[in-house]
């Protein structure tokens, strides 16, 4: 089934009839018998809810709809992205263990691998995850994951999944997917990932009025991850709350539209942008170094995403420029993504600031840089005609 559709199928009605599932508004459970307490403690007493850190039905229906759109046996959902990234890491990792990470990945991700983990003698090797040779040369013995993201934050470099898959599968590694950039456009699972991660902060909410995260992935894996005595998400406790878990529920049945709006709009801007003469980065664009790759893995209905890149040079230009775009009212200077209005910042002084300055130079991460979430814009030819305005008036062109 296509992932949407999957999405659209799932039924759940509330206590009372109610056309959205009732809120589960506990934190524990009671039971009728001891014995099914203990074996629910063990793990053995299928659709018995013990205490909410560990399960509830509001996080559990979420946790479905999005096991749907992936294409997986089931998930989990978090607190925050970064909850369900460093419980998925942790849970596969032990010390002396080691990972192969795409170099141009998000900054807290970053921070944490190169940062945190080593403090747990977990080492990571960042390679350029478009040379499939590189990223073959750094495993080790001890490699453990392979880490990405299908369109990789903030420089939209495509990853070869299906390539990187086989890799994976050669070595016996996890293959661990960061999809937060192209839900719905790009199905890591069906294109061989073992582990397809989503921060629903962004797109999938697309309110920016939340914080969340998931992992999607076997129903033995998603039970490792639970497991009251050694699970990442049990015993870091960054559970999502239910009142949250069935907010977001309700935005994710409107992704499939908004995912196609953001599209359109981004094509057309960077089509326009790039045919200005601005260095324009956007997966649907031919000059795309990965732009046949995102074909070939892409679900086509809902195009290549609403993110874009453009260089406008030097800082100063970059920084004028948002402020300018904000005061016309054409978007936000904000991080961030998936808003249903345009959000710009730079990402070299912002969201990828925990990489090293020259670390930035040699994955191309140059200081002009302004990194788009475009919106969901009625009429995205006049927003452009606006934007285009401000360029002039702030000297780019
Ligand atoms: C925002 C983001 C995260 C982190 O998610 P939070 O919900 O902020 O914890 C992880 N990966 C990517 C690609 C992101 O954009």
Known sequence: MKPADAIQDLQYFG????????????????????????DTFEG??????????????????LGEALAAMEGTETSNVFASGMGAISAVIMQLCSAGDHIVSSRTIYGGTYAFLKNFTPKLEIQTSFVDITDIKLVEAAISKNTKILYLESISNPLLEVA?????????????????????????????????????IHSLTKFINGASDAIGGVVCGTQEFI??????????????????????????????????????????????????????????????LASH????????????????????????????????LMELMQNKNLGYLAVSLGFYKTLFSAPGTSTSSEIPENEQKTMGLSE???????????????TYTSMYKCMQSVGIF
Do not use: W
Not at 22 to 32: Q, R
Not at 44 to 61: I, K, T
Not at 368 to 380: K, Y
């Open 15 to 38: 206590e009372f009839g109610g056309i959205n599932p009732s809120i589960s508004d506990a934190s524990t459970y009671t039971f009728l018998s001891a014995k099914t307490m203990f």
């Open 44 to 61: 053995n007493a299928d659709g018995c809810y013990l205490y909410s850190r560990h399960s509830s039905p509001s996080n559990l229906y």
């Open 160 to 196: 070869n999944i299906a390539a990187l898959s086989k890799l994976a599968k050669k070595y016996k590694l996890q293959l661990v997917v960061d999809n937060t950039f192209s839900p719905l456009s790009i199905s890591p699972k069906q294109l061989g990932a073992d582990i397809v």
């Open 223 to 284: 039970d490792d991850l639970r497991n009251v005595n050694n699970g990442a998400a049990m015993l870091f406790g960054s559970t999502m709350d239910s009142l949250r878990a069935a907010s977001i529920l309700k935005n994710l049945r409107t992704l499939h539209i908004r995912i196609k709006q953001h599209s359109a709009n981004a094509m057309y801007l960077s089509q326009k942008f790039e045919s200005l003469g601005l260095k324009t980065v956007y997966p649907g």
């Open 289 to 320: 170094p990965s732009h046949c790759v995102f074909k070939t893995q892409m679900n086509t209905e809902f195009g290549f995403g609403g993110m874009l890149t453009i260089d406008v040079g030097t800082v100063d230009k970059a920084n004028a």
């Open 368 to 382: 002009g840089l302004i990194r788009f979430s475009v919106g969901l814009d009625n009429d995205i030819k006049r």
